[in-house]
């Protein structure tokens, strides 16, 4: 029996898992990431060998936020975790415990697990696009990863859509996150509250009277109950996300759209529905990809991880 363990490393917490060669889920804990380059090491290995100590393992796969080196083993940058610069993670763990370890970027690690075990089963061409505060992404083309030629692909939520729109984080100006993502759900609803407390009312009942405490669920959870400014604002945000897409298939011609994320429900799915086709070229003469809602949540880069190491395993 060859056993996985599985961590996915975040800013804030470390996800940790061990799975069977079935991707069966045999025990799951979570710890805190810690802030220095020495309390991450030391909650990292703290966790390998509990993991260790329980059964016998096989590999570790690891999904890490952050810039992932080609060779999959260093992490040449993390945002959430300023202290990572050109740090050999893979080499730390194997010397430690003498067994294989594979490094993969968390968003390619959750795009994996769609294309692996979820909604992209299947597919040659699958592209992962995950809705939270921004907007991810992931490439599986011919049925493999493509993390491009420095590690930076796959960031379809900067895909400039709008000539001098919106400010992003990224310093650029009218990125496709700054219209689809759960927070321009936010944004969006928040100003029409500001601009006009009536037709708001809903919103404003639901968060206490307080336009601040609206979220991306709040305007979901009031498009669900029919009103009609939430729904607008799904209608407007689809629209961006179908066309995001339709930009994304004028370059790769992908068969899937795997939609995951906090922000990624059915209501946004079918807006991007009927936004996608109204935006892809040629789309009369051309088969139009499929755009589906993830399998998985939470877990997702966890067991991309785990599947990663297990086919390391058994290359
Ligand atoms: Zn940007």
């Not at 380059?37 to 059964?55: F, M, T």
């Not at 730390?92 to 294989?100: G, N, V």
Request: hydrophobic fraction near 40%.
């Amino acid at each position: 029996m060859v056993n996985i363990f599985a961590l996915d490393i975040g800013g804030t917490k470390i996800a940790c898992g061990i799975y069977d060669e079935n991707l069966n889920l045999i025990r799951e804990w979570k710890v805190p990431t810690g802030k220095s380059l020495s309390d991450i090491e030391g909650a990292v290995l703290k966790s390998c060998r509990r993991a260790c100590e329980e059964v016998e393992i096989a590999a570790v796969g690891i999904s890490a936020a952050g810039n992932i080196k080609p060779d999959r083993r260093t992490i040449a940058f993390s945002t959430n975790i300023p202290c990572w610069i050109d740090y050999p993670l893979a080499e730390i763990i194997e010397d430690e415990f003498k067994i294989p370890v594979i490094v993969e970027n968390d968003a390619n690690a959750a795009g994996w697990a769609e294309f692996a075990h979820g909604s992209g089963q299947g597919s040659c061409n699958m592209v992962m696009v995950t809705l939270g505060t921004g907007m991810g992404g992931a490439l599986v083309l011919n049925k493999e990863l493509y993390r491009g030629s420095f590690g930076m692909a796959g960031e379809i939520g900067h895909l400039p859509m709008v000539s001098s729109g919106l400010p992003c984080g990224c310093g650029l100006f009218g990125c496709a996150e700054k219209y689809a993502s759960g927070t321009a759900l936010e944004t969006l609803a928040k100003q029409a509250v500001r601009r006009d407390p009536d037709t708001g009312a809903k919103l404003l009942e639901m968060t206490g009277g307080d336009p601040e405490k609206i979220t991306g669920s709040t305007v979901f959870a009031a498009a669900e109950a029919g009103d009609e400014l939430s729904l607008s604002i799904f209608k407007e945000t689809g629209a961006w996300l179908g066309k995001t897409l339709a930009a994304i298939s004028a370059v790769l011609d992908p068969d899937t759209y795997v939609l995951g994320g906090s922000a990624a429900t059915p209501l946004l799915l079918s807006e991007a529905r009927l936004s996608y086709p109204k935006f892809l070229q040629a789309s009369s003469f051309r088969p139009h990809a499929e755009i589906k809602l993830a399998k998985f949540s939470g877990d997702a880069g966890l067991i991309g991880a785990a599947d990663l190491a297990l086919r390391k395993v058994r290359e």
